[in-house]
């Protein structure tokens, strides 16, 4: 299981993410949800200044560190997107 996963258990209410990618920009995030896809998890969070767009990184384990690889493949983000969808169609407006 992802640190983030374990840090965001720990809080309860906090759902704002702050983490370095592997380009090395910045970024706050509303966290929405981690779904695992072909063994790995990617995060799905949204930009705090963008209404209705979202972000897909992949969660990979280097020098025992955890990194946030930003997905560009566009049949990955496809894919993860449509299991997040599915998981979350009740919990969010997707049209």
């Known amino acids: 299981m ?14 704002t993410v702050r983490f370095t990618d592997t380009d090395g920009e910045y970024g706050e995030y509303e966290f929405l949800d ?7 998890e990617y995060v799905i969070v949204s930009p705090l200044d963008a209404d209705g767009y979202v972000d897909i990184f992949r969660i990979m384990g280097v020098n025992d560190k955890e990194v946030y ?12 997107f449509e299991i997040f969808r599915v998981k979350n169609e009740d919990e969010f407006d997707f049209e």
């Open 34 to 40: 981690i779904v695992l896809y072909n063994n790995c």
């Open 69 to 80: 690889v930003r997905v560009q493949d566009d049949e990955t983000l496809e894919k993860v």
């Open 2 to 15: 992802s640190e983030l996963l374990n840090q965001l258990k720990d809080e309860e209410l906090d759902f």
